[in-house]
């Protein structure tokens, strides 16, 4: 992996989620005693025929005990010509998917980040990071969400059939643009390799690609944290 990230990030990804803000605010709330919900919100990746806007936002539910905390996000695809918003949920196993998950127990200890990274060179396909972890674990892995906004189509994935423990989504294959690059390894590993992978999770070595990334991230005044709900624990 990189070691030369210039944000925190948990696996050290090209594509940083907010971490810096998920462990200040889960050390300021337990200092001062405070539970409840605290947001983020991306800047909005726009697409490059500046039809579309993608944005996440990630929602942090600080409780009296720490390891009880979680860490959700829903991923937003708005049309920017009719204002349409369409909320995508990614399949990965700990995703927030009210339908699926309606005992918020389940929640408890969960990280669930999804932020977008990229959309393909004609604007038709996004691609998000999920980054997904437990709460005090070494436990940390990313998968990719795939939507297509013409087809109406959303994939999850990642290496499938490869020995490892951790995965960092690079972002789209220059090589095989229809693929998402990963890096994949053990824990403890010098050497990780290089992964393509398509959307039915079939992975093949990627020696001699590289990963390439579209689309302009641009900031507004509701990027980074907003309101939040407090109360004394």
Same mark, same amino acid.
């Given at each position: ?29 337990? *200092? ?36 009880? *905390? ?21 399949? *990965? ?141």
């Amino acid at each position: 992996m990189s070691q030369h990230s210039v944000q925190v990030d948990p696996l050290d990804s090209p594509h940083p989620i907010p971490w810096s803000w998920v462990l200040a605010t889960l050390s300021a709330s337990h *200092s001062s005693q405070l539970t409840g919900t605290y947001c983020y919100r991306t800047p909005s990746l726009i697409s490059p025929d500046q039809d579309y806007a993608a944005y996440s936002r990630i929602q942090l539910q600080v409780a009296a005990d720490y390891f009880s *905390s979680a860490v959700t996000s829903v991923l937003f695809l708005e049309n920017l010509r009719t204002g349409d918003l369409q909320a995508i949920t990614p399949s *990965s196993p700990l995703a927030n998917n009210p339908f699926l998950n309606p005992d918020q127990n389940e929640l408890q200890g969960r990280i669930s980040i999804v932020i977008p990274i990229s959309w393909t060179e004609a604007g038709d396909r996004l691609l998000a990071r999920e980054f997904e972890s437990l709460l005090g674990s070494d436990v940390a892995s990313d998968y990719g969400v795939i939507a297509d906004r013409r087809r109406n189509r959303v994939h999850t994935v990642a290496p499938t059939r490869i020995r490892y423990t951790n995965a960092v989504l690079l972002g789209w294959s220059q090589l095989h643009p229809e693929r998402v690059l990963f890096q994949a390894g053990m824990l403890g590993d010098e050497h990780w390799q290089q992964w393509s992978v398509d959307v039915t999770g079939h992975t093949t070595l990627a020696r001699g690609d590289r990963p390439v990334t579209f689309g302009q991230a641009i900031n507004s005044i509701w990027t980074g944290p907003q309101m939040q709900d407090q109360k004394q624990a």
